[in-house]
C-alpha cells in the first residue's frame, strides 16, 4: 500500500495507493472479454484518484460483468439479478463519505433492472454507474437482450429475434433529473479512462454505456466497428470528454456537441448510422437525492432523545 | 431473553375527583361500555371518535378503539357499504380488545345504522342516538326510508332516541356537515362525565393549525353539545376512572412502530404505500427528519427493501414497511440477508388475503408466508406484538436482534394493531436503544468477513469504510472470506452457520407464560392482535369454573421453548385464528387432508401434538363472545356433550332476514 | 386419479446380436458401468457423453447420464475448478440415478481429475485414461504438475493408463482440442463394443448442419480412437444389452418438460432465463412455433407470469418456468392466480439456495416456498416427478389439473432432472392430451363467472369472446360474479370454495404404494428426483436382508391419502432429501428445536408421527451408497447398536489430506 | 343491445351496441374526479366503434382509476398493482380477435409499472394504453407519485416532495419501437375522444397520457391549466389529432407539429411552460410482437400431433 508516488516525492504519511491495492480474486472471465479491459482502466481511475480501497465500494446484480466486485480489492455487493441500483442507492443515502460505483450487465440494467435504472437516474444520487451492454444474455449462456439487434441468433431464438434492439440512451436521457449520460468503448481505453474520469467527478449519478464485446456469446458483433473508425463518431466539446490528440486523431468522423443540449443529445443517442462516444448530456446543477437524505445524518443521540420525548410528550394522556 | 419492554398492566389509584352529583338525572352505574359513531365518510366521526377515547384515557379509563372503515374512498352518501366511523370501548380497568356489542351508538345517518346492524355490532336493547333531520327531508324518498328504518330498528329491538343534531348544530354554523362531530363529542362528554376543559384542550390541539375561528367555533359546538344532552337525555352514565400512577401515552399501533422505529436508533425506513402497513411512514414523515432519519419512498416493494439493505450493508440498519402484497415481492431480497447475513428489520402489517384480498380489513394470514417465502428455507426470526405497547418495544428488539444475528427479523402486526388506539405505560427512553454509532476503526487482519463463531454462528461484520474489513458480500454459496464457493462442505458449512444463529437465539429463550392455570381441559393458542379478546374470554369462562387457559405466542420463528410440555398439561390444545381453515363440517374435508389455521399447522409439526384451531377469516378483529362460544363448544364435546361448531357469532338479527331489514 | 401416464419400467427380450468375440482381448463381463468424461471446458466432453449414452440407450442399455459443469462460464484451462464433463452410468438393466463411484473416467488432463477426486467420484482401482500429453509440455511447470499428480494418482490407488490422445488426433486434424471427444467416443466404443454404424450415424446428426468435412473429419476420429482402442489397450466390456420391445426415447428432463407442454396442448411458454430452468424455453425455442406454439422471453419474471396469466385468462392455458431466485418474484402472481381461479402451469427447476445460492447444483428446498410463499395461504396443487419420464407425462397433468381446479399447479423439478439422460417408453401420442379449442359458445345468461359447485367448489369459467359471459376478474374478495365484495360471508365463502377444490381433487386420490414390503423397521420417504438412488439402496438393504422400505411421493399439494395409516407399519419413518436439515449433534440443537427437511416438516403436521430426516445440500445428486449408509446406521440405532449418523459417504481420499493431494 | 341506431337505419340482423351496452356496476369515484369524464368518453368510443362486449377486455392494475373495468360492461383484469401492461400483453399475444384496453395509474405505471411500461411500449401489441396521471396516490390516500411535481405536499412528503415530478412523455418516446404517444386532459371530451379514436385505430400501442384531475387528493392541481387555455398547446397537424373547428378555437396556442418527427416530439414533451394536448408521435410501420406472436394460432391439431411424433423420433433410441 505504501508506494512510490509517480512524481517521485516519497510522502510515508500519507498512504498511496497502487494498481495492486486495488486488485481482488483473479478475473474470470473469458479470454477478450471486454470485461478486462474495463476492469483494467477502473483500477487505474481508483489509483489515479487515490480513492482509499475501504472508503470504496462496488455494487453489482447478477450477470458476467456483476462478477467485477470480485476482482476488486475494495468493499463490494454482488446482489441479485437486476438490483443494484437500489443497493447502491441505500449504500449512498447516509454514508456520503463512500465512493459508490455500480456494474450492471444489460439484462440487469435494462431488462429486469429497468424500473431501478429510470427511478434511480431520477434520484440522481452520486454514484459512477456502468452498464456493460455486451447485447447478449452472458452468464445464462446466451439468451435474447432486450438490447440484442433485431435478427440476433439466440439460445431463446434460435432463428434471430424479433424486435429491434432497445438503445439505453434516449431512455436514459428521458428521465426527468437525469445529469449525467456518456458513451464509450471497451476497446478505446483512454476514451474509457477519460469517460470514468468525467463521470467520477460529476455530482450526481453518472451514467456510462459501455459498448462491450463477449467473444463468446456474441462473436464479432462489432468487427464493423473496430475494423472501421468512420462507424464511431467522436463526440466532441470542451465541455465534454476530451482525448490526448494523438488517440482523438484516431477517429475522422467527430461532432461538436455541446452536452448542456438536451435535445442534441437525444438526437445523436438516436443514430443508428454511427456509434457516438463521449459525453452527451451533463448538467451539474440537478437536484440530488443523496444530499436531501444524508441531511441530518449528524443527529446527535441528544437531539434523538428529546424529539422521542417530544413525540411521546404529544401522545401522553 | 423476551422481546421488548412491555410491562405489566399499570396499577393505579382510583381517582377522587369524581363527577358531581346530578340529582335531576338519573345515574347509571357501569363498569365500562362500547360506544360507537358512524357517519357517512368525510363527516368526522373518527375525529369525535379519537378525541372522546383519548379523553377517557386521559381522565383514567381504559380505551381501545377500531375504525370503522368504507369500502370506497368516498363512497355514495346515506349507504350501507360508506359506513365511516370509529368504535371506542371504555373500561374503569384495562381494555384489550374492541368487546362485543355495543351499548351505545351515535349514529348519523340511519343507513349507515343498518351497516352496524348487518354486521352483528349490536344487541337488542342496544341505545341509539339518532340524527332526525331525515324524518323532514323535502325528498320524499328518503323520508320513506327513514319511516321503514325506523320501524326495522324498532322491531330488531334497538332503543332509537332521535336527536336534532343538524338543527342544534345551525344555531351556531352555516355547515353542520363539518361541525356535527364536535357537537356530538360534546354530547359524549356530557353522558359519560368528561371533563369538558380536558375537551377543551383536544379541540385546541386538534385544530391548531385552523387558527382561532375554527377553534371558537368548535368550542361552541362542543358545549351547545353538552348542554343539549343534559337538558335533554335525562341520565348520564357513571363509569369508574383510575389515574395511573404512571404517565400513559396513547396512540395506534402504526404510529407505536415508528415512534419504535425511531426509539430503535434506526435512520431509515424504506417503504412503497400499501394500506394498511404505510401510515407508519406518514407518521415517520412528519416527525423522522427532526429525528436525524428519513423516511425513502421508492419505485416500489422490491427497491424498497433493496435501498434498506443497502444502508444495513453500509451500516446503517433500516427498516421496511409493508402488507401481504408487497411481502411477497419482498422476498427475494429477505433470502439474500439471510445468506449474505444483512442485519434488517421487516414490518408486515397483515391484511386480508390471499391476493390483493381484503385492503383495509384484519387477518393473521401472513405468518407461513413471512416464514417459507424464501426459496432455500433461510432461517430467521419472526415476532408478533401483542399489544400496541408491543408495537413500539418489539422495534426495539427488532433491531438489536437483526444486529446480533446479522440477518433479517420479520415484526408481523395487523390492521387491528395498525388502526386501534390504546393507552399504555409512557415508555422512558434508554440511551443503549439507539444503535452504536458506525463502527470505522480498522478491522482486524486476517478476520474473515464472516468470522462464524463455530457455537453460536454469530460473526461480527466490516462496515464499509474500515480498513482491512474490505470484502464482497454475494448472495452465492460462500466461504468463511465472502469467497464464492461451490464444494459441498462450503454451502453445507454455511448453511449450517446460518442455521444455529437463530437456535443461539433460542436458546436464550424463557418458555410463554399460561394465561390461567397451567393444567386444565382446554389450552386456546393465540398470537399477534388478539390476545385481549382471547384473554377476555378465558377469563369469562373462567369465572364460569370452565377449566380453560391460553397461551399467547410472540416468537413464531424459533417457537419459545416447553411448548410441547405445556401443551401437555391440557386435554385439548387448540389455535384461534384470523386466517383460513377448513372445517371438518365441509364437503371432502377429513382429519387427513384438513388445511388448518397457520399457527394450528406449525405447531402440530413442532409438538407432534393433535393441536385443532378455529380460525375466521370475517375480516373484523376477534371478539370475545364469539371465543367464548367457541371454549364453551369444546368443553361441551370434552364433557361428552354433542357440543355446536360456530362460524361465528350472531348478536341481532343479521342483514340476512330481509323481512326484517329490507 | 394418479398423475401422468408413467410406466412400469419396459419389459424386453435380451439383445441376440452380442458383440464377436475379440479372442485377442481379454474379455471382462460386467452389469454395469460407471464411465466419466472429464476435460476442460469447452473441449466437447459433454457431447462425447451424450453422444455414448444415446448411442448405448440405442443399443439396449439402461443409461443415466449426469453433467459436470463447472463454476464459471469458461474457466481457466486446466485447473481443478474447471473441470467439465459428464458422467454417463450404463447398466444391462434400468438406471434411475448416477450411482456411486465412477469405474472408468476419461480425463483430458491430470488438474480436472483431481477435481472429480475432491468431489468423491472415484475410488480404489477406478480405471483412468489420462491424456498424456502434458508430460512432455515445454511449459516446465506444466510437466511438474504433471509428474506430481501422476504419483499422487497412484498413491490415491486410481489405475492410470496414458493415452496419447493429442498425439493419435494430430494425425487427422490440426486442431485436436475440438476434435479429441469424438476421438475418445471412439475408445469408448470399442472397450464397451458400441455398434460402430449406429455412433457414426449419431456423428452424422450431431454435425449435420456444419457440412461433410466436418462430418467427415469426425468419422475418422472416431474410427482412429476405436482402432487405436483395439489395438492398444487388450481388454474390452461385455456389457449385456436388452433391446426393449417398446419403442424408447432418450432425453434429458428439460426436454422432457418442454415436450411434455407441446404434447399437452399449451402454446405459450412465458419465461425468463435462470439456470438450469432456461434450457426448457432453448429446446422450445427451437420447435414450438412449428407446433402451434410460442416461447416469450418477458423483461422479468413478473412479467414473464403475468403474461401467462393473460394467455391463461384470454383462454390459452400458458406454463411459466424458473428456478427459486424466479420463483420468489412470482408470488404475488400466483396468488392472484389462485384468488382470481386462473389456470396455469409453474415449473420450478430447483437448484441449491437460498439467494442466488448455487445456480447450477441441485436441491429440493423450493418446497415450503412453493407450497407457502404467497401471502394468505392461498391453496394450489404441487406435483413433484421423480422420472424424466415424469416430466414429460406430469406437464400434461398439470395442464389437465390447472384447467379442472381453474387455478395454478406447481411443477417442481430438480437441476437432476433437468440435465440427467435417460431413456424412456416413448409416449404413444393421445389427442386428447391437447387442449380442447378455446369455447366461444355463448355464456348461459345468469350463470355468474363463479359458479362455484357447493359441494367441490368446481366451476367453469368464461373465456373473452363468449357472449354474456362478461366479468371483471379481481384479486379482491369477490362473490360469485365477481363483484368485490368485503363483508364476512363473501370472503369466507370464497375462501372456502378455492379451499374445496383442492379437497375434492385430494378425494380422487389414491394412496401411494410402498417400495418393498408394507411393513418393517424402516421406511424412508422421498420425493422428485432422488427416487432412482433411494429404492436402490433400499434394494440392495433388503437383499443383505434389512426390513426397510421406501414412499415416494409424487403430489405434494395436497398429499396422497393413507401416508398416517402406511407410516403405521414402521418402527421408524424418515425422509431423504436434498436441503438443509439441522443435525441434533450440533450445539443448540435440540429435537425441541430442530429445523427439519422440508418434506418431514410437513408430514410431522399432516401425519402427527415423529417423522426424521436426512438431508444434505452438498450440491449433487443423492448416491445410493450414502442412503445405504444412512440405512445401516438407523437400524443398528433401532437394534440397539450405537450407530453413525453420517453427513457424506467419503469414498477415496477426498481433497482435504493435502500430502496427498497438494 | 338491439337499439336505434344514430342515422336511423334499422337493421335488426346485425346488433346494434348502445351506450347502456358498456356500462357497468356505477362509478364509484369522488364527485368532480377525472376519472367519470374518461369512463363516458371510452363508452362513447366503444360504442361509435360498436366493439361487441365480449370482444373487449379492459384490463388494469391496482389504483383509484384501476377500478375502471368493473364500470365497464365488457371483460375486465383489474389485477395488481403495476402489472397490467404483462397481463394485456399475455392476452393479446394469442388473441387477435379481442380488443384489448389498459387503465393505469401514475403509481401504477410510472412507479411500480416501470419495467412493463418500457418493456410493452418496445413490444408494439396492437393495445390502447391510457396512463390516468392525477400526479398522486390516489387509492392509498395521497402519497406522493413519481409524477407529483416538487414541493407537492403528501402523506409521504408534508413539507413538500424533494425531486422534480418525472414526465412520462419522454421516456415513452425514448423507448425504441415506440409507435404512438399522445397526450389529452380529463376536462375537454371532444380533444380525449378525438384522442381515443386514434388511438384505437392505430395499428400498435397506443399510449395516451391523460392529465386527470383527483378533486380529493391533488385539489386544485390544475386551476391554472383549466383557468388559463394558454398554457395548454394543442398539437395540430392533419396527421395528428384533428378537432372539430368550434373546439380547436379554444386554444389561441397551437403549433404545427408532424407526428413522424420524433425529436421534435421530444422537444414538445419536455416543455415545461405550457402543457401540449394532441399526438406527439405516430409510426404505422414499427414492427409488431403480437403479429409474431399469433402467427401459428390456427395450428391444427394434426400438424401439433406431427411435430410431436417429428421430435419424439429425433429422440428415439
Ligand atoms: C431473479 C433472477 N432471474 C434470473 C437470473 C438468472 N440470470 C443471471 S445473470 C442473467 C442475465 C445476464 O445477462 P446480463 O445482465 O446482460 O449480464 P452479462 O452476463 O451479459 O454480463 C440472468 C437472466 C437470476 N440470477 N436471478
Ligand atoms: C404490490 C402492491 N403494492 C402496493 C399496493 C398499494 N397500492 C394500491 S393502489 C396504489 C397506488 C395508487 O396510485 P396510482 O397508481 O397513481 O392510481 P390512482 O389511485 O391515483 O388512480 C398503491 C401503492 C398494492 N395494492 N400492491
Ligand atoms: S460469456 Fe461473454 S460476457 Fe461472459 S465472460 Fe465470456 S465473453 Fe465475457
Ligand atoms: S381519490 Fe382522487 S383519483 Fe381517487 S376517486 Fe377520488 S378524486 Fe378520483
Ligand atoms: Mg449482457
Ligand atoms: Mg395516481
Same mark, same amino acid.
Not at chain 1, 472471465?29 to 477502473?42: E, I, S
Not at chain 1, 441500483?85 to 449504500?91: T, W
Not at chain 2, 375561528?213 to 368550542?219: A, K
Given at each position: 500500500?505504501?508506494?512510490?508516488?509517480?512524481?517521485?516525492?516519497?510522502?510515508?504519511?500519507?498512504?498511496?495507493?497502487?494498481?495492486?491495492?486495488?486488485?481482488?480474486?483473479?478475473?474470470?472471465?473469458?479470454?477478450?472479454?471486454?470485461?478486462?479491459?474495463?476492469?483494467?482502466?477502473?483500477?487505474?481511475?481508483?489509483?489515479?484518484?487515490?480513492?482509499?480501497?475501504?472508503?470504496?465500494?462496488?455494487?453489482?446484480?447478477?450477470?458476467?460483468?456483476?462478477?467485477?466486485?470480485?476482482?476488486?480489492?475494495?468493499?463490494?455487493?454482488?446482489?441479485?439479478?437486476?438490483?443494484?441500483?437500489?443497493?447502491?442507492?441505500?449504500?449512498?443515502?447516509?454514508?456520503?463519505?463512500?465512493?459508490?460505483?455500480?456494474?450492471?450487465?444489460?439484462?440487469?440494467?435494462?431488462?429486469?433492472?429497468?424500473?431501478?435504472?429510470?427511478?434511480?437516474?431520477?434520484?440522481?444520487?452520486?454514484?459512477?454507474?456502468?452498464?456493460?451492454?455486451?447485447?447478449?444474455?452472458?452468464?445464462?449462456?446466451?439468451?435474447?437482450?432486450?438490447?440484442?439487434?433485431?435478427?440476433?441468433?439466440?439460445?431463446?431464438?434460435?432463428?434471430?429475434?424479433?424486435?429491434?434492439?432497445?438503445?439505453?440512451?434516449?431512455?436514459?436521457?428521458?428521465?426527468?433529473?437525469?445529469?449525467?449520460?456518456?458513451?464509450?468503448?471497451?476497446?478505446?481505453?483512454?476514451?474509457?479512462?477519460?469517460?470514468?474520469?468525467?463521470?467520477?467527478?460529476?455530482?450526481?449519478?453518472?451514467?456510462?454505456?459501455?459498448?462491450?464485446?463477449?467473444?463468446?456469446?456474441?462473436?464479432?458483433?462489432?468487427?464493423?466497428?473496430?475494423?472501421?473508425?468512420?462507424?464511431?463518431?467522436?463526440?466532441?466539446?470542451?465541455?465534454?470528454?476530451?482525448?490526448?490528440?494523438?488517440?482523438?486523431?484516431?477517429?475522422?468522423?467527430?461532432?461538436?456537441?455541446?452536452?448542456?443540449?438536451?435535445?442534441?443529445?437525444?438526437?445523436?443517442?438516436?443514430?443508428?448510422?454511427?456509434?457516438?462516444?463521449?459525453?452527451?448530456?451533463?448538467?451539474?446543477?440537478?437536484?440530488?437525492?443523496?444530499?436531501?437524505?444524508?441531511?441530518?445524518?449528524?443527529?446527535?443521540?441528544?437531539?434523538?432523545?428529546?424529539?422521542?420525548?417530544?413525540?411521546?410528550?404529544?401522545?401522553?394522556? | 431473553?423476551?422481546?421488548?419492554?412491555?410491562?405489566?398492566?399499570?396499577?393505579?389509584?382510583?381517582?377522587?375527583?369524581?363527577?358531581?352529583?346530578?340529582?335531576?338525572?338519573?345515574?347509571?352505574?357501569?363498569?365500562?361500555?362500547?360506544?360507537?359513531?358512524?357517519?357517512?365518510?368525510?363527516?368526522?366521526?373518527?375525529?369525535?371518535?379519537?378525541?372522546?377515547?383519548?379523553?377517557?384515557?386521559?381522565?383514567?379509563?381504559?380505551?381501545?378503539?377500531?375504525?370503522?372503515?368504507?369500502?370506497?374512498?368516498?363512497?355514495?352518501?346515506?349507504?350501507?357499504?360508506?359506513?365511516?366511523?370509529?368504535?371506542?370501548?371504555?373500561?374503569?380497568?384495562?381494555?384489550?380488545?374492541?368487546?362485543?356489542?355495543?351499548?351505545?351508538?351515535?349514529?348519523?345517518?340511519?343507513?349507515?345504522?343498518?351497516?352496524?346492524?348487518?354486521?352483528?355490532?349490536?344487541?337488542?336493547?342496544?341505545?341509539?342516538?339518532?340524527?332526525?333531520?331525515?324524518?323532514?327531508?323535502?325528498?320524499?324518498?328518503?323520508?320513506?326510508?327513514?319511516?321503514?328504518?325506523?320501524?326495522?330498528?324498532?322491531?330488531?329491538?334497538?332503543?332509537?332516541?332521535?336527536?336534532?343534531?343538524?338543527?342544534?348544530?345551525?344555531?351556531?354554523?352555516?355547515?353542520?356537515?363539518?361541525?356535527?362531530?364536535?357537537?356530538?363529542?360534546?354530547?359524549?362528554?356530557?353522558?359519560?362525565?368528561?371533563?369538558?376543559?380536558?375537551?377543551?384542550?383536544?379541540?385546541?390541539?386538534?385544530?391548531?393549525?385552523?387558527?382561532?375561528?375554527?377553534?371558537?367555533?368548535?368550542?361552541?359546538?362542543?358545549?351547545?353539545?353538552?348542554?343539549?344532552?343534559?337538558?335533554?337525555?335525562?341520565?348520564?352514565?357513571?363509569?369508574?376512572?383510575?389515574?395511573?400512577?404512571?404517565?400513559?401515552?396513547?396512540?395506534?399501533?402504526?404510529?407505536?412502530?415508528?415512534?419504535?422505529?425511531?426509539?430503535?436508533?434506526?435512520?431509515?425506513?424504506?417503504?412503497?404505500?400499501?394500506?394498511? +402497513?404505510?401510515?407508519?411512514?406518514?407518521?415517520?414523515?412528519?416527525?423522522?427528519?427532526?429525528?436525524?432519519?428519513?423516511?425513502?419512498?421508492?419505485?416500489?416493494?422490491? +427497491?424498497?427493501?433493496?435501498?434498506?439493505?443497502?444502508?444495513?450493508?453500509?451500516?446503517?440498519?433500516?427498516?421496511?414497511?409493508?402488507?401481504?402484497?408487497?411481502?411477497?415481492?419482498?422476498?427475494?431480497?429477505?433470502?439474500?440477508?439471510?445468506?449474505?447475513?444483512?442485519?434488517?428489520?421487516?414490518?408486515?402489517?397483515?391484511?386480508?388475503?390471499?391476493?390483493?384480498?381484503?385492503?383495509?380489513?384484519?387477518?393473521?394470514?401472513?405468518?407461513?408466508?413471512?416464514?417459507?417465502?424464501?426459496?432455500?428455507?433461510?432461517?430467521?426470526?419472526?415476532?408478533?406484538?401483542?399489544?400496541?405497547?408491543?408495537?413500539?418495544?418489539?422495534?426495539?428488539?427488532?433491531?438489536?436482534?437483526?444486529?446480533?444475528?446479522?440477518?433479517?427479523?420479520?415484526?408481523?402486526?395487523?390492521?387491528?394493531?395498525?388502526?386501534?388506539?390504546?393507552?399504555?405505560?409512557?415508555?422512558?427512553?434508554?440511551?443503549?436503544?439507539?444503535?452504536?454509532?458506525?463502527?470505522?476503526?480498522?478491522?482486524?487482519?486476517?478476520?474473515?468477513?464472516?468470522?462464524?463463531?463455530?457455537?453460536?454462528?454469530?460473526?461480527?461484520?466490516?462496515?464499509?469504510?474500515?480498513?482491512?474489513?474490505?470484502?464482497?458480500?454475494?448472495?452465492?454459496?460462500?466461504?468463511?472470506?465472502?469467497?464464492?464457493?461451490?464444494?459441498?462442505?462450503?454451502?453445507?458449512?454455511?448453511?449450517?452457520?446460518?442455521?444455529?444463529?437463530?437456535?443461539?437465539?433460542?436458546?436464550?429463550?424463557?418458555?410463554?407464560?399460561?394465561?390461567?392455570?397451567?393444567?386444565?381441559?382446554?389450552?386456546?393458542?393465540?398470537?399477534?392482535?388478539?390476545?385481549?379478546?382471547?384473554?377476555?374470554?378465558?377469563?369469562?369462562?373462567?369465572?364460569?369454573?370452565?377449566?380453560?387457559?391460553?397461551?399467547?405466542?410472540?416468537?413464531?420463528?424459533?417457537?419459545?421453548?416447553?411448548?410441547?410440555?405445556?401443551?401437555?398439561?391440557?386435554?385439548?390444545?387448540?389455535?384461534?385464528?384470523?386466517?383460513?381453515?377448513?372445517?371438518?363440517?365441509?364437503?371432502?374435508?377429513?382429519?387427513?387432508?384438513?388445511?388448518?389455521?397457520?399457527? +394450528?399447522?406449525?405447531?402440530?409439526?413442532?409438538?407432534?401434538?393433535?393441536?385443532?384451531?378455529?380460525?375466521?377469516?370475517?375480516?373484523?378483529?376477534?371478539?370475545?363472545?364469539?371465543?367464548?362460544?367457541?371454549?364453551?363448544?369444546?368443553?361441551?364435546?370434552?364433557?361428552?356433550?354433542?357440543?355446536?361448531?360456530?362460524?361465528?357469532?350472531?348478536?341481532?338479527?343479521?342483514?340476512?332476514?330481509?323481512?326484517?331489514?329490507?
Amino acid at each position: 500500500m505504501f508506494g512510490l508516488m509517480p512524481n517521485c516525492r516519497l510522502d510515508l504519511k500519507k498512504p498511496y495507493y497502487c494498481m495492486a491495492d486495488y486488485q481482488g480474486a483473479e478475473a474470470r472471465w473469458c479470454p477478450g472479454c471486454g470485461d478486462h479491459a474495463v476492469l483494467a482502466t477502473v483500477q487505474r481511475l481508483c489509483r489515479d484518484k487515490q480513492l482509499p480501497p475501504e472508503k470504496t465500494v462496488f455494487v453489482s446484480g447478477i450477470g458476467c460483468s456483476s462478477r467485477f466486485p470480485h476482482y476488486m480489492r475494495t468493499y463490494g455487493f454482488h446482489g441479485l439479478h437486476g438490483r443494484a441500483l437500489p443497493v447502491a442507492a441505500g449504500i449512498r443515502m447516509r454514508r456520503p463519505d463512500l465512493h459508490v460505483f455500480v456494474v450492471m450487465g444489460d439484462g440487469d440494467c435494462c431488462s429486469i433492472g429497468t424500473a431501478h435504472w429510470v427511478h434511480t437516474i431520477r434520484y440522481n444520487m452520486k454514484m459512477v454507474v456502468m452498464l456493460f451492454d455486451n447485447e447478449i444474455y452472458g452468464l445464462t449462456k446466451g439468451q435474447t437482450s432486450p438490447t440484442s439487434r433485431a435478427g440476433t441468433r439466440s439460445s431463446t431464438h434460435p432463428s434471430g429475434s424479433v424486435l429491434p434492439g432497445l438503445n439505453p440512451l434516449p431512455i436514459t436521457l428521458g428521465v426527468t433529473n437525469v445529469s449525467f449520460v456518456a458513451q464509450t468503448v471497451d476497446w478505446n481505453p483512454a476514451h474509457m479512462m477519460a469517460t470514468l474520469d468525467a463521470a467520477y467527478e460529476h455530482p450526481g449519478f453518472a451514467f456510462i454505456r459501455i459498448i462491450q464485446r463477449c467473444p463468446h456469446f456474441a462473436k464479432g458483433l462489432h468487427e464493423e466497428l473496430l475494423a472501421n473508425p468512420d462507424r464511431t463518431l467522436y463526440l466532441d466539446h470542451k465541455q465534454g470528454i476530451t482525448l490526448p490528440d494523438e488517440v482523438a486523431r484516431m477517429y475522422k468522423n467527430r461532432a461538436r456537441h455541446d452536452p448542456s443540449d438536451l435535445i442534441a443529445a437525444l438526437t445523436h443517442a438516436m443514430r443508428t448510422d454511427v456509434i457516438p462516444i463521449g459525453l452527451f448530456f451533463q448538467d451539474r446543477s440537478r437536484t440530488r437525492y443523496d444530499v436531501y437524505g444524508a441531511a441530518n445524518i449528524n443527529t446527535p443521540p441528544e437531539r434523538k432523545e428529546a424529539m422521542l420525548n417530544r413525540e411521546l410528550d404529544r401522545f401522553a394522556v | 431473553m423476551k422481546p421488548g419492554g412491555a410491562t405489566e398492566p399499570p396499577s393505579g389509584t382510583a381517582n377522587p375527583d369524581r363527577a358531581p352529583d346530578l340529582p335531576d338525572l338519573e345515574r347509571i352505574p357501569i363498569e365500562e361500555h362500547i360506544v360507537e359513531i358512524v357517519s357517512d365518510s368525510g363527516e368526522g366521526a373518527q375525529k369525535a371518535g379519537q378525541s372522546f377515547g383519548t379523553l377517557s384515557a386521559k381522565m383514567g379509563n381504559g380505551v381501545w378503539t377500531v375504525e370503522i372503515i368504507p369500502a370506497e374512498i368516498q363512497p355514495p352518501q346515506r349507504s350501507r357499504a360508506g359506513a365511516s366511523g370509529i368504535r371506542i370501548r371504555l373500561g374503569s380497568g384495562k381494555v384489550t380488545n374492541m368487546g362485543d356489542t355495543a351499548d351505545l351508538v351515535v349514529a348519523f345517518n340511519e343507513q349507515v345504522l343498518y351497516s352496524r346492524i348487518e354486521q352483528g355490532a349490536l344487541r337488542q336493547g342496544t341505545l341509539v342516538l339518532l340524527e332526525n333531520k331525515w324524518a323532514t327531508s323535502n325528498m320524499p324518498e328518503i323520508r320513506e326510508a327513514w319511516v321503514r328504518a325506523r320501524a326495522d330498528f324498532e322491531r330488531a329491538g334497538l332503543d332509537v332516541r332521535e336527536v336534532p343534531m343538524e338543527t342544534e348544530c345551525l344555531k351556531l354554523t352555516d355547515n353542520p356537515f363539518r361541525g356535527k362531530n364536535m357537537w356530538v363529542l360534546g354530547l359524549l362528554c356530557h353522558l359519560y362525565q368528561r371533563d369538558l376543559e380536558k375537551a377543551e384542550d383536544q379541540i385546541r390541539t386538534i385544530f391548531r393549525r385552523k387558527g382561532d375561528q375554527v377553534i371558537d367555533l368548535n368550542l361552541k359546538l362542543l358545549r351547545a353539545g353538552t348542554t343539549w344532552a343534559r337538558t335533554h337525555l335525562g341520565f348520564y352514565y357513571d363509569l369508574p376512572t383510575r389515574m395511573s400512577d404512571q404517565p400513559l401515552v396513547v396512540m395506534n399501533g402504526n404510529e407505536a412502530v415508528g415512534l419504535g422505529a425511531m426509539a430503535s436508533g434506526m435512520e431509515v425506513c424504506s417503504m412503497y404505500p400499501i394500506t394498511p +402497513a404505510t401510515s407508519v411512514s406518514h407518521y415517520l414523515s412528519e416527525v423522522f427528519r427532526d429525528a436525524g432519519g428519513v423516511v425513502h419512498q421508492a419505485e416500489d416493494e422490491i +427497491a424498497a427493501i433493496g435501498f434498506a439493505i443497502g444502508c444495513s450493508y453500509a451500516g446503517k440498519t433500516a427498516f421496511t414497511v409493508t402488507s401481504g402484497p408487497g411481502l411477497a415481492l419482498k422476498d427475494e431480497f429477505i433470502g439474500l440477508a439471510v445468506m449474505a447475513e444483512v442485519p434488517l428489520v421487516v414490518v408486515v402489517v397483515q391484511r386480508g388475503g390471499p391476493s390483493t384480498g381484503l385492503p383495509t380489513k384484519v387477518e393473521q394470514s401472513d405468518l407461513l408466508s413471512a416464514l417459507y417465502a424464501q426459496p432455500g428455507d433461510p432461517p430467521k426470526i419472526i415476532l408478533a406484538p401483542a399489544t400496541i405497547e408491543e408495537c413500539f418495544h418489539f422495534m426495539i428488539t427488532a433491531r438489536q436482534l437483526a444486529e446480533l444475528t446479522r440477518g433479517p427479523v420479520i415484526v408481523l402486526t395487523d390492521a387491528n394493531l395498525a388502526t386501534g388506539v390504546q393507552p399504555y405505560p409512557r415508555p422512558q427512553f434508554k440511551r443503549e436503544w439507539l444503535a452504536p454509532p458506525i463502527d470505522q476503526s480498522p478491522w482486524k487482519p486476517g478476520v474473515p468477513a464472516y468470522d462464524w463463531d463455530p457455537e453460536t454462528g454469530f460473526s461480527q461484520r466490516p462496515i464499509p469504510g474500515q480498513k482491512d474489513g474490505m470484502y464482497v458480500l454475494t448472495g452465492l454459496a460462500h466461504d468463511e472470506g465472502s469467497h464464492v464457493a461451490y464444494d459441498p462442505e462450503t454451502h453445507e458449512r454455511g448453511c449450517n452457520r446460518r442455521s444455529r444463529k437463530v437456535a443461539a437465539f433460542q436458546s436464550t429463550l424463557k418458555s410463554p407464560k399460561v394465561h390461567g392455570e397451567g393444567a386444565g381441559d382446554l389450552l386456546l393458542v393465540g398470537w399477534g392482535s388478539t390476545m385481549g379478546a382471547i384473554e377476555e374470554a378465558v377469563d369469562k369462562a373462567r369465572k364460569r369454573g370452565a377449566r380453560v387457559s391460553s397461551l399467547h405466542l410472540r416468537i413464531l420463528s424459533p417457537f419459545e421453548p416447553g411448548l410441547r410440555e405445556i401443551f401437555g398439561g391440557f386435554k385439548k390444545v387448540m389455535t384461534i385464528e384470523l386466517n383460513y381453515s377448513d372445517s371438518l363440517a365441509d364437503p371432502y374435508i377429513t382429519p387427513g387432508n384438513r388445511r388448518y389455521a397457520q399457527l +394450528a399447522w406449525l405447531l402440530r409439526a413442532k409438538t407432534l401434538v393433535d393441536v385443532d384451531c378455529f380460525s375466521v377469516v370475517h375480516g373484523h378483529p376477534l371478539q370475545p363472545a364469539m371465543i367464548l362460544e367457541v371454549i364453551e363448544g369444546e368443553l361441551a364435546r370434552l364433557h361428552g356433550q354433542p357440543g355446536r361448531r360456530l362460524e361465528t357469532a350472531a348478536p341481532l338479527a343479521t342483514g340476512k332476514d330481509p323481512s326484517c331489514l329490507a
